[in-house]
Every structure is written in structure tokens, then in C-alpha cells.
């Protein structure tokens, strides 16, 4: 959705997106791309404005796993990466990107640095990485895994499927831990929007099954 604004002789333009968490770009819609999009063809603008539109549009827009960055990859159990564009910001001095990048088993980071790092150099832009979390990744046979799967089994009566996500969990503060819970398959907890919330039904199931965790990893 875009707004338009007039005032003293010129024009404010305001493009609106549809939110979505870091490490789901694909579920919104990135309000930068559309901006790209209309100001690919607007000619007059001065020459860095006239780059930075280039620049994303060859390396962002419509790239929400690192595919134009060249730093795509997939992996079977863990999924894919992600690239979130931020934010982007222009002055008299120069522009700033700004992107999110996860990435799941099996990522070659140094070849993803060493990616960035060249279409830096090819236009003129130096990469710095603000912060780097290591993957936090548990084995399917690992004991825990093996007994949380066990304890949702038993106390719902349903299969239990493993799944990944490229979530920053408080489970890497652990040495060995996973984000387990307490939301199920049917809720809808509207997470990092308004009205976050929990179903209390599920969360008291969810506290049966880490009471049934806590006993089955010490039969183990």
C-alpha cells in the first residue's frame, strides 16, 4: 500500500508492507521492494539514489532466502536460509543495507562471507557483521529429542514430527537444549504481534508433557 503526500512543493511517499517475523521474510511483503520497483523507472534521480535502487534491486527484491546474494542453501532436516532486508537508509554520505541472514545445517559461512564480501567490493561497500549466533542444531537419536518426542506421544496420543526453525531460541544459552513447546499444530498465538497469547488448555497439557519429559530422561 502506498500513501502520497504533498506539502511546500513536494512530495512524501510512504509505502506500507505486511509485517512478518525475521525469520519468515516470506510470509509478509517487504514494503522496500515495492519501493524498488517503482523507482527503477523514475528517471532525474541523482546518481547515488540511482545505484542504491540497482544495488537492491540486483542482490534484494524478491530474494528472500539469499539466492541473488549467492548465499542460498537448503538443507533436508533443517530447511533453508533466509534473507531479511531490514532496513535502508540514504544521506549525503552514503546508504546503509541492512539484512537478517539464517542459515541452516550443512552452511558454508566463510563462503557465504567471502559472497558478501566480493559484491561489497564490486560496488564500492564494506560488509560488517554486527552479530553472529552459532547454529544451535540436536540430533533426531539425541536422549532429549528422543524423549521429548516420547512424552508428547504419551500425553496427547498423536505422532510426534520433528521440525526446525531459523528462530534465535533462549535454548542456545544451554549446551544442549531445544525450544519445545508450549503452542500446538491448531493455535494461533500471534507471536511478536498484538494480542500475543496463549491457549491455557495447551499450556497446561504442555506442562503435563514436560512433567512426563522430566521422567522419561531420568529412565533413560
Do not use: W
Not at 22 to 30: A, F, I, L, T, Y
Not at 56 to 65: A, P
Not at 177 to 204: L, R, Y
Request: glycine letters at 8%; hydrophobic letters at 35%; a neutral charge.
Amino acid at each position: 500500500k502506498v500513501k502520497s503526500f504533498t506539502k511546500d512543493d513536494s512530495l512524501k511517499v510512504v509505502y506500507e508492507g505486511v509485517p512478518a517475523i525475521g525469520r519468515n521474510p516470506h510470509k509478509g511483503q517487504n514494503a522496500i521492494f515495492s519501493f524498488v520497483k517503482d523507482f527503477e523507472g523514475i528517471q532525474g534521480l541523482d546518481t547515488r539514489s540511482q545505484d542504491l535502487i540497482k544495488l537492491l534491486s540486483r542482490y534484494f527484491v524478491d530474494s528472500n532466502h539469499g539466492e541473488k546474494l549467492g548465499i542460498f542453501h537448503e538443507d533436508e532436516e533443517t530447511g533453508q536460509t533466509t534473507s531479511n532486508l531490514s532496513y535502508v537508509t540514504l544521506n549525503d554520505i552514503g546508504y546503509i543495507i541492512s539484512f537478517d541472514y539464517r542459515y541452516p545445517k550443512g552452511t558454508d559461512n566463510r563462503r557465504s562471507t567471502e559472497s558478501l564480501m566480493k559484491i561489497g567490493s564490486d560496488n564500492g561497500l564494506d560488509l560488517i557483521i554486527i552479530k553472529e549466533r552459532p547454529l544451535l542444531y540436536v540430533a533426531p537419536d539425541n536422549d532429549l529429542i528422543r524423549a521429548l518426542k516420547q512424552a508428547y506421544e504419551n500425553i496427547t496420543g498423536d505422532k510426534a514430527k520433528l521440525f526446525s526453525k531459523g528462530a534465535a531460541s533462549y535454548a542456545r544459552c544451554l549446551k544442549q537444549g531445544v525450544a519445545f513447546g508450549p503452542t500446538f499444530s491448531a493455535d494461533i498465538p500471534n507471536s511478536h504481534k498484538p494480542n500475543e497469547c496463549v491457549n491455557v488448555e495447551n499450556f497446561n497439557k504442555a506442562l503435563l508433557i514436560y512433567a512426563e519429559t522430566i521422567k522419561l530422561i531420568n529412565e533413560l
